[in-house]
């Protein structure tokens, strides 16, 4: 859920951090996203939702703000460089017009587990997790998003769970919850769409 930053966000506010070419990749397909209701708001205003991209050479990432997923069409002020990240210390420092999404970790976790993910996902969409909860790769019910034990435990996923061939994460403990990744924008996104067609 977007706007609930549960981490230590360590932040540092500026002007718009995204490349033009970053901007186009990620915002053709987080545009995508919300035009399917699987990035956006509930009617109580909490948004849900979050895409990722990582900067080639690091761990470093750009990834939508805080607060952003009821906001039709992002801007490049709505996105946040992510510069580094303590996963024990549940810390993340950040720079850029906005705070990082509270989702930070969890991409993060993902990007640490599997050098070749160059680009993560997060949806919600309750047809497709009930679905595929616990017959894909899936997260401790009791981890809830955006905290140290679900980024440990996704961890956890990459060395007893096949996610490196299915590239999707089912988020127990995140109603809805649904992370897909890829080694580029394209494939984070096409290997969600491929699960939807099956639906």
Same mark, same amino acid.
């Given at each position: +859920?977007?706007?609930?930053?549960?981490?230590? !966000?360590?932040? %540092?506010? %500026?002007?718009?951090?995204i490349s033009d070419e970053q901007y186009e990749i990620i915002n053709y397909w987080?545009?995508?996203?919300?035009?399917?209701?699987?990035?956006?708001?509930?009617?109580?205003?909490?948004?849900?939702?979050?895409?990722? +991209?990582?900067?080639?050479?690091?761990?470093?990432?750009?990834? #939508?703000?805080s607060a952003t997923g009821e906001i039709p069409e992002l801007e490049p002020g709505?996105?946040?460089?992510?510069? %580094?990240?303590?996963? $024990?210390?549940?810390?993340?420092? !950040?720079?850029?017009?906005?705070?990082?999404?509270?989702? %930070?970790?969890?991409?993060?976790?993902?990007?640490?587990?599997?050098?070749?993910?160059?680009?993560?996902?997060?949806?919600? !969409?309750? $047809?497709?997790?009930?679905?595929?909860?616990?017959?894909?790769?899936? #997260?401790?019910?009791?981890?809830?998003?955006? #905290?140290?034990?679900?980024?440990?435990?996704?961890?956890?996923?990459?060395?007893?769970? /096949?996610?490196?061939?299915?590239?999707?994460?089912?988020?127990?403990? $995140?109603?809805?919850?649904?992370? #897909?990744?890829?080694?580029? +924008? /394209?494939?984070?996104?096409?290997?969600?769409?491929?699960?939807?067609?099956?639906?």
């Amino acid at each position: +859920m977007e706007g609930v930053v549960k981490f230590n !966000c360590h932040w %540092s506010q %500026s002007g718009p951090v995204i490349s033009d070419e970053q901007y186009e990749i990620i915002n053709y397909w987080r545009e995508v996203l919300y035009n399917m209701d699987l990035i956006g708001a509930y009617e109580n205003g909490v948004g849900f939702g979050n895409i990722s +991209m990582r900067i080639k050479g690091g761990n470093q990432f750009i990834i #939508t703000g805080s607060a952003t997923g009821e906001i039709p069409e992002l801007e490049p002020g709505h996105y946040v460089k992510v510069l %580094s990240f303590n996963i $024990d210390d549940n810390a993340v420092q !950040c720079i850029g017009p906005l705070k990082a999404s509270s989702e %930070s970790l969890t991409h993060a976790a993902i990007y640490l587990a599997d050098p070749g993910a160059q680009a993560v996902v997060h949806v919600h !969409c309750i $047809d497709l997790w009930n679905e595929l909860i616990y017959k894909v790769p899936t #997260t401790n019910p009791s981890m809830e998003y955006g #905290t140290i034990g679900l980024a440990k435990d996704i961890f956890r996923l990459f060395s007893e769970s /096949d996610v490196i061939e299915k590239r999707i994460i089912i988020m127990a403990g $995140d109603r809805a919850g649904i992370l #897909t990744y890829g080694h580029d +924008m /394209d494939e984070a996104a096409n290997v969600l769409m491929s699960y939807l067609r099956k639906k």
